[in-house]
């Protein structure tokens, strides 16, 4: 009596138990990863969801990571000319991507900078930061252009030494994946990030919205500048502010206009864009950040991308949204 008197003592407790709030992260991409999920009874348990993710993340790695020799995109970096390389459809699918940005910014935002971003200091391969000489900028510059790439089928062709670099858009791409594992496994509500870029779906356990704080543009410390409730949608920032050096009296950022084969020279410092996608909303923050305050402005509008653009201007920032971001904060 006593043990059927346990069990069913036991089994009120579970069905008492209500969602709980669970954290987990790590290292990934040069940065960090990590999710808050709502637990509900007998959902996934954090050790479950944090392998199905770093599968994703070492995924991820293997296919687009400069830093390793015996990434596919390393491989296809180290064709010479008039080559090809059968890729994973997921990567085809973000040189799409990529191609299709290119060609809507005329060729500002290009997944073929990886050249420049060694010769100014910014990449693998780099040895250290500095204005390069003119000739060894317009030798570089020969490598460089979405142009010289060509999908053939199920494989990626060049006709010039390109090389590709994803990280524009990869990061994205791997929060989407994360997402779309995390509600296979029936989790429904839960915050992604990657390397900064996140995607929130549901709501907290109390019901309340998950909230995501956008960053004003500093170097010296975290600042929030905005709070907004996030619901389905996700969030890329993308800024001058982290990776840049100086020379000269003059700051040169890790943004690059491909068209010009050096930094960006405007006053944008910070970009926001809000999407369904987080693959989309990375790479349209690139892109705004790389058209600058005026022209990106235009596109976004253009373009309905619900984005805030944050100008450096005298004694501080000025911010401006969008319609479609006002719309999007509102939850129309």
Known sequence: MRT?????????????????????????MGSSYSVQYVREPGGPEPAQVQRAVETILHDIDHHYSTYRGDSIVSQFNRLPAGQCLALPPDMLALVSLGQHLAEQSDGAFDLTVEPLLDLWGFGPQARHQQVPEPQALAQVRQRVGYRHLRIKGRALCKDAPVQLDFNSIVAGHAVDLI?????????????????GELKAVGRKPDGSPWRIALELPREDRQIARQ???????SVSTSGDYRHYFEQNGRRYSHTFDARLGRPVEHDLAAVTVLDASALLADGYSTLLLILGPQQGWDFAVAHDLAAVLVTRAQGGFVSRATPAFERAVKGQ
Not at 4 to 28: D, K, S
Not at 179 to 195: I, K
């Open 227 to 233: 709070i907004i409730p996030v619901n389905s949608l």
């Open 179 to 195: 997402a779309a594992r995390l509600q296979a496994m029936g989790v429904s509500s839960f915050v992604a990030e990657a390397t």
């Open 4 to 28: 059927a008197l346990l069990f069913i003592l036991l089994l009120l407790t579970a069905c008492n138990q209500g969602p709980t709030l669970e954290r987990l992260g790590g290292p990934t």
